[in-house]
């Protein structure tokens, strides 16, 4: 790599791939504390709107749709920040982070309905874990994450570990697989146990006003336009070149789908949001069912096949993208024009909108789970319309009630097998007749691939050795120790590539270290054992 302090930020031209919440957050560090001018940074996104995984979108009368939300808590060290620059959507005053940190106050989350059977709701006061289970749990909290390679989490724990409340509590939290890698879960335990303890009421999570396009990124985008920053969208990268030599790496050229090009020059920067969790989703309808895209359809992931093809220091995508049927599961919005269901949902749970979280299905074929958040969950969203939102983890599987699999329903459908699970097919038909709901399901092929067994280097380094000019970011780079599939993760691959090739003075904010802490290691312990 090259002397930081050669660096001439003024005259640095930047070009970030890809427009989630990493390539954002890089934008803002590079005007903020590398000194980039905004006009000289560029945010090139393949689609039409920006944010990736952080989105929400829609209206009243086509329906919302959320195709998911990141879960945050209170430390989310580079993540909150950040938004500590960030002024809110609705006062410019307010930054986004005390916005958010004012509405968990008024709205705390206390699952008091988590786990339902047969419509009821289970006692999840204990996690069900047996001793070996207890041990097990404990013994992977210590072992070095470099020894277990790429094994599953079915390859560490017996087979009844999976029906314990613990593991339907984890599962359906954080969308863990029984495949799964054993080493993101592992790195999951460390970096939340001070969470572990009240894990089954969702103590300690954390959410935004709205849903995360309209709390998150409008605002993102606007403070980051304010600063000059060009945002050009429906541009796609195919390829990039690169010099390699013995010592060093250097981007050279930026190829798009257009067949446009951009030469980099001796101060030009290029950094490269490699694969995506959202990328070739499809929305269904009503009426029909989501179609089940694939790679084929991808640009992201299409790219850094390109790019592993140049250099094993750029990683190894394969294990991420190529096991789609491991790698799905599908999601759902409904749009209730009503307040029936979450009337009947606030008396059943004990829990008003947006202090439940998720509720979920433990005798779902689907393994269902919905989240009402609180309402409104979109900034225009009317008052006499509520939204909610579902998923599903195994949805080649057909339902209790419809006879198909979640894959192949309709948004109607899959309400019903809601409203069968939860027994209020009869409460709810008035509603339907009467054409008052909407439901809108999500096929999304790639969501899951950030928790496939992988090897070290299958994600590449934020900064390769040698890299000159270039840095990757996002859930599919590799920041040592933190957790994939949280925000907090994309936005500290922004530092770390930022904070290393520019000399800005600023070290890469700690991660939160409650895995050493005494106090949440025995309340901890004491969890498990309930």
Known sequence: MKDKNNRQPNNANIYLIGSGIASLASAVYLEKDAGVPGKNIHILEKDTIPGGA???AGDEEKGFVVRGGRMHEKHYECYWELLSHIPSLEDESVSIRDESFEFNERFVSNAQARLLKDGKKIDVSSYGLSLKQ???????????????????????????????????????????????SLAEMRRYMKRFIHLVDGLYKLGGVMRTKYNQYDSVVRPMKRYLEKKGVNFEMG??????DFDISSD?????????????DIALGENDYVFI?????TESTDNGSWNTPAKLKGIKESGSWMLWKKLAEKDKAFGNPSPFCDNIDLQKWYSFTATIHDSTFHDYMENFSGNVDGTGGLVTMTDSNWLMSIVIARQPHFPDQPGDVKIFWGYGLYPDRKGNFINKTMAECTGAEILEELYYHLKIQDLMKPVTEAEKVNCIPVAMPFIDSLFMPRKPGDRPDVIPTGATNF????QFAEAPKDCVFTVEYSVRTAQMAVYNLFDTGKEVHPMYDSAHNPKYLLAAVKAIHR
């Open 134 to 180: 207890q041990s097990d749990f404990l013994k992977l909290t210590f072992i070095s994450e470099y020894s277990l390679g790429n094994k599953k989490i079915e390859d560490w724990f017996d087979a009844d570990f999976f029906e314990t409340n613990f593991w339907y509590i984890w599962t359906s939290m954080f969308a863990f697989q029984k495949w799964s």
């Open 248 to 260: 060093t790496k250097t981007a050279v050229a930026i190829h798009f789908k257009d067949n446009s």
């Open 54 to 56: 952080l989105d929400g």
């Open 471 to 474: 840095a990757f970011l996002g």
């Open 273 to 277: 949001t490699n694969g995506s969790i």
């Open 235 to 240: 541009k796609e990268v195919v390829d990039i």
